[in-house]
């Protein structure tokens, strides 16, 4: 079954500090791998795509197809990244994205 | 509007009542999705609407569970004969693509946060 596995449910850093917030999924076809963020008292937003390629708010993210992992980095953290991170897979062809149980990132000062 | 917007943002009902949710979509946008999203978990898929098509159903715990898009833009989403499991966030996207799997990204909603007593 097509599955996204965030290990992780409490993540906490100092400012200044590397981060890596890790993200597996399971699926033998080509996947689309997102990650979402939820700030605290806002909705759940798109942060980045891996097909993108791109670098937001400093964070990346790169599709290991081979260790099924999409983990999210980002070298230096700071206070405004603490949030709920989701890692979400969509699949060609199908109509439901499937979620991470999600991972509560609290850097702090 | 500038978003997706859901109503109300809080329901309680007693058990046994029957509850419906309601989704304001981006305008334009094809497609539609509901999730629930239970407490410390991800949010799960339930139903999907391609235009005022509903094109997938499969994420529908039970058959108490009903969502509609009649004219293709609002939906709403109902819940019979509520029971206490039923208690959750529901989600509400949209997206301009067709399907989940188009490298496109949803828009949220607040979410519905319903407590069943």
């Known amino acids: 079954a097509q599955r996204v596995t965030q290990p992780e449910k409490l993540l906490s850093v100092f400012k200044g500090a590397p981060v890596e917030l890790k993200c597996n999924y399971s699926?033998?076809?080509?996947?689309?791998l997102f990650w979402y963020v939820q700030y605290s008292r806002q909705r759940l937003q798109l942060l980045l795509r891996?097909?993108s390629r791109e670098s937001i708010k400093g964070f990346t993210a790169d599709l290991n197809k081979g260790e099924t992992s999409f983990h999210l980095k980002k070298p230096f953290a700071q206070e405004e990244d603490s949030a709920m991170y989701y890692c979400a897979l969509g699949r060609y062809n199908n109509n439901d994205m499937r979620f991470g149980a999600g991972t509560r990132l609290t850097v702090k000062p | 509007g500038a978003g997706v917007s859901q109503s109300p943002r809080y329901k309680v009902a007693k058990r046994g009542q029957d509850v419906a949710l309601r989704c304001d979509p981006i305008?334009?946008?094809?497609?539609l999705f509901w999730y629930q999203q239970a407490l410390g978990q991800g949010p799960e898929f339930l139903t999907y609407?391609?235009?005022?098509?509903?094109?997938?159903k499969s994420g529908l715990p039970s058959d108490r569970f009903f969502a509609e898009r009649p004219e293709g833009s609002v939906s709403t989403l109902k819940i019979q004969r509520t029971q206490q499991e039923d208690s959750a966030v529901y989600l509400c996207a949209s997206s301009l693509a067709y399907g989940a799997g188009s490298n496109q990204p949803q828009h949220f909603g607040d979410g519905t946060r319903l407590s069943i007593l």
């Open positions: 699926y033998s076809g080509s996947p689309e």
């Open positions: 609407f391609q235009n005022e098509a509903q094109l997938d």
């Open positions: 891996h097909i």
């Open positions: 305008s334009g946008h094809v497609s």
